[in-house]
T-cell receptor
């Protein structure tokens, strides 16, 4: 039981490049989330999903897109990376409901030059 | 404007009780308060969750006063391994995805 895994662990991009972060969970959770973590700002919700085929905007969705084609996977895309998107990205999942306990992945450190 | 506020840092000594307060003055009747612990280079880990009054589990207690504008995470008899960042999370607007984390409190436990 791996829990929540994230791929890749580290990535460096140039401004304007695109990339996709992959989150996978093996707990059969309905809800999945993408956060970004910046120094002094805690974690901020980017997008979330309440089930396969659904997505919704969080607090800071601009510049990101997401997809949930399979229940166990939640993809976060950056179409045209900007230096302001340099951050640590965390994926999380929960069994049911926004208030349910969230299980976090180990994070992806992204640097945009 | 929904906002979750915590102290930036706290120091303690081994064996002491530590109380970390979170302010959330726009919380609604049905909003939950959850606390997470984070170690360097790891994702946050659930500690405790509450809705009102007091909740206790094997690692912590959560106190929520009647007005619910703040909450206090209590860690009994901390050890060096409790050195971490502690986050308060509030789900504003009752289950509609408005999840707001505090900026985190760095707890340093000294021997």
């Amino acid at each position: 039981n791996a829990g929540v895994t994230q791929t890749p662990k580290f990535r460096v991009l140039k401004t304007g490049q695109s990339m996709t972060l992959l989150c996978a969970q093996d707990m059969n959770h309905e809800y999945m989330y993408w956060y970004r973590q910046d120094p002094g700002m805690g974690l901020r919700l980017i997008h979330y999903s309440v089930g396969e085929g659904t997505t919704a905007k969080g607090e800071v969705p601009d510049g990101y897109n997401v997809s949930r084609l399979k229940k166990q996977n939640f993809l976060l895309g950056l179409e045209s990376a900007a230096p302001s998107q340099t951050s640590v990205y965390f994926c999380a999942s929960s069994w049911s409901g926004i208030t349910d306990t969230q299980y976090f992945g180990p994070g992806t450190r992204l640097t945009v030059l | 404007l929904a906002k979750t506020t915590q102290p930036i840092s706290m120091d303690s000594y081994e064996g002491q009780e530590v109380n970390i307060t979170c302010s959330h003055n726009n919380i609604a009747t049905n909003d939950y308060i959850t606390w997470y612990q984070q170690f360097p280079s790891q994702g946050p880990r659930f500690i405790i969750q509450g809705y009102k009054t007091k909740v206790t589990n094997e690692v912590a207690s959560l106190f929520i006063p009647a007005d619910r504008k703040s909450s206090t995470l209590s860690l009994p008899r901390v050890s060096l391994s409790d050195t971490a960042v502690y986050y308060c999370l509030v789900d504003y607007s009752g289950n509609t995805g408005k999840l707001i984390f505090g900026q985190g409190t760095t707890l340093q436990v000294k021997p």
